[in-house]
């Protein structure tokens, strides 16, 4: 771990669990050396705050009792360089009273021993999804005896309840609108907010506003973040959203085609999507390999390969990844030869499907932006050769050749219909 002030870290996790999940164990240190103090102006403790070296580390292991209970027991402490010392150390329990997809009703408790006290709490938590709307709301009771009381059993209750609706717009995989507000409610301590945010290939924007108000102090706050980011290869650039893990791809389809939309799939999974003649960033974290393909997303008469990409990253590399399309159009007409005779079971060449004349020459086929198109007619001829020994019949075949050069003619929904014969030559 490392800053820009100049801050060096360090840590180690480790987890593992036992008896098929039912007991697991997690913990992790870390050791940060800070950087030199450059906020000479605040009071010491403030510096030593903000800049000391620090030393933490945290513990936690779980015991699944029934299939909807837990019980934990947790403890995190840290020290730093002036050896003053903060922990918290206890048992929790949750219980998952009731499910339905997303909808869920849960109870937790907690109690905990700290540097200045024991704290406890306990609250039910309900989770409510209907469409867009979501719901979360918390009640129940928290308390603290600090040490200094311990022995006057001086004990403080405070109620408390927390409230948030959201409403989510995540219809389309390509950007994610969420609108949220919420109240939270505690002793002499409200709390209520509006935020907004909003993802997209583009970046993201955050917007929020919160008023707090306690038994002395009434304060309101507001701000607003927008995040993006922007990639350089030796050829071509992009910019994306505001997931700046310094890896991904620049998706570029080029070729001449009409303003049509397509999927982006990662690992056969729509990430995002882009126009024809476009191009996007899509960043990826590193140290992985990816799958990556286009497809039409509403229109078909479109020629893309859709062939899966593997595409391996690393921290720091863009990949460039280029598509060619082209539109596809529907060719109706009939093919003559130089006399005006109709070219009976003549191929098509061109056709991205196997394509012959009828008996009148006529013929329907798709063909990928050409000009010329070539027929190919196939003749049959047998003999018997006869000789004293081995009588055999012979069978022998000829291809021929000719190309009509097609006029310009209007195209409606990908098809083009020749109203006149095309003569073959």
């Not at 109620?159 to 109240?183: C, F, I, M, Q």
């Not at 394509?355 to 063909?367: K, P």
Request: with cysteine; charged share 20%.
């Amino acid at each position: 771990m490392g800053s820009t002030r100049g801050d060096v870290g360090l840590s180690v996790s480790y987890a593992s669990n036992w008896n098929e999940g039912k007991i697991s164990y997690a913990a992790d240190v870390r050791k940060i050396w800070a950087g030199e103090p450059n906020v000479a102006l605040l009071p010491h403790d403030a510096q030593r705050l903000i800049h000391g070296d620090t030393f933490q580390g945290s513990t936690l292991l779980s015991y699944l009792v029934l299939p909807d209970v837990s019980l934990n027991f947790q403890a995190n402490g840290s020290e730093d360089s002036e050896h003053v010392k903060s922990y918290a150390i206890g048992p929790f329990v949750r219980w998952n009273m009731w499910q339905k997809g997303e909808n869920d009703l849960s109870f937790y408790a907690d109690a905990n021993r700290t540097q200045t006290g024991d704290i406890y709490s306990g609250y039910l938590r309900l989770t409510l999804r209907l469409g867009a709307w979501g719901y979360v709301g918390e009640g129940g009771v928290s308390g603290d005896q600090s040490s200094s009381s311990a022995t006057s059993n001086n004990t403080k209750r405070f109620p408390y309840a927390y409230n948030r609706v959201t409403w989510n717009d995540d219809k389309d995989p390509t950007h994610l609108l969420v609108v949220g507000a919420e109240s939270r409610e505690q002793a002499h301590y409200q709390n209520h907010l509006v935020d907004l945010d909003y993802h997209s290939r583009l970046g993201r924007l955050k917007l929020l506003a919160e008023e707090t108000i306690t038994h002395s102090n009434h304060s309101t706050f507001a701000n607003g973040a927008f995040g993006f980011s922007i990639a350089h290869t030796g050829r071509s650039a992009a910019f994306g959203g505001d997931n700046l893990l310094g890896s991904g791809v620049i998706i570029n389809p080029k070729g001449e085609t009409k303003h049509s939309n397509l999927s982006v799939l990662v690992n056969g999974v729509e990430r995002t999507t882009l126009n024809t003649g476009s191009k996007t960033l899509l960043i990826l974290p590193p140290y992985d390999t990816y799958q990556i393909s286009l497809l039409p997303k509403d229109d078909s008469s479109l020629e893309i390969d859709a062939t899966k990409r593997p595409v391996t990253l690393y921290p720091g590399n863009i990949i460039d990844m280029d598509w060619d399309i082209h539109p596809i159009t529907v060719i109706l007409g009939r093919v003559v030869d130089t006399k005006g005779n109709p070219l009976a079971n003549a191929k098509l060449m061109e056709a991205r499907n196997i394509t012959v004349s009828d008996e009148q020459g006529n013929f329907q086929g798709e063909i990928i932006n050409n000009n010329t198109l070539t027929f190919e007619l196939r003749q049959e001829s047998s003999s018997i050769e006869v000789d004293e020994t081995n009588p055999a019949l012979k069978f022998s075949s000829s291809h021929q050749r000719c190309q009509v050069k097609l006029s310009n003619v209007s195209t409606i929904n990908g098809v083009a219909v020749y109203p006149d014969p095309l003569v073959c030559q």
